[in-house]
């Protein structure tokens, strides 16, 4: 069965660097998304994507953050500047088409630890 | 704005019912969601209903929705071990790229 895979699984980091998270969605899905959870807390929406630009986007989703789809089967999440609130795990999602109720398959996601 | 609670844990014995609820405060979500997360893998969407609808069933499972008092919850009947897991409440407006707006999370501990 088809399924979003991301990598790494863990990714650590100094404060001040930048991070790069990718995430490979069903082949056939045309929507992707970032969600992120800081331990402890809701998972959160960060930023939507179709057709090759930005859909919507949270207030978390600021200058520090970027997203990308650099070729056919990647979709990136981009930290510039990282901080040590950006430690959280991060979940990439996908869904096919603009199906009423919006199914999103989400992979397993990479916890980004920042020190 | 969107909020969605849970209560955060819920323990019970192996072959009873489970109940896990959520409130929500959006009067505008079209649809809401379960999802269920296992250790290490990613959200899995269990089921969904829609804002018009009090029930839904699907085997194991029960959603019922009280939309004037924007209450959700997830009846599994027969719990098994393999239930094991955190549910998730969520919400949206629907459509194609509308964001998913979650709970913290319920965690659901399957005594045998």
């Known amino acids: 069965e088809p399924e979003v895979t991301q990598t790494p699984s863990h990714q650590v980091t100094q404060m001040g660097q930048e991070v790069i998270l990718r995430c490979v969605p069903i082949?056939?899905?045309?929507?992707f998304y970032w969600y992120r959870q800081i331990l402890g807390q809701k998972v959160e929406f960060l930023v939507s994507?179709?057709?090759?630009?930005?859909?919507?986007k949270s207030e978390i989703f600021d200058d520090q953050f970027s997203v990308e789809r650099p070729d056919g089967s990647n979709f990136t999440l981009k930290i510039r500047s990282t901080k040590l609130e950006d430690s959280a795990m991060y979940f990439c999602?996908?869904?096919?088409?603009?199906?009423?109720?919006?199914?999103?398959?989400f992979g397993p996601g990479t916890r980004l630890t920042v020190l | 704005g969107e909020d969605v609670e849970q209560s955060l844990f819920l323990s019970v014995r192996e072959g009873d019912s489970s109940v896990i609820n959520c409130t929500y405060t959006?009067?505008?979500?079209?649809?809401l969601y379960w999802y269920k997360q296992e250790p290490g893998a990613g959200l899995q969407l269990l089921t969904y209903?829609?804002?018009?609808?009090d029930m839904k069933q699907d085997q194991r499972l029960t959603v019922l929705l009280n939309k004037k008092d924007k209450h959700l919850s997830l009846r599994i009947a027969d719990t098994q071990t393999g239930d094991s897991a955190i549910y998730f409440c969520?919400?949206?407006?629907?459509?194609?790229?509308?964001?998913?707006?979650f709970g913290t999370g319920t965690k659901l501990q399957v005594i045998p």
């Open positions: 999602a996908s869904s096919p088409s603009p199906r009423s109720y919006n199914e999103q398959f």
């Open positions: 969520a919400e949206s407006m629907g459509g194609g790229y509308q964001k998913v707006t």
């Open positions: 209903i829609f804002s018009n609808m």
């Open positions: 082949s056939n899905h045309l929507y």
């Open positions: 994507f179709y057709n090759n630009e930005i859909s919507e």
């Open positions: 959006d009067s505008s979500s079209t649809y």
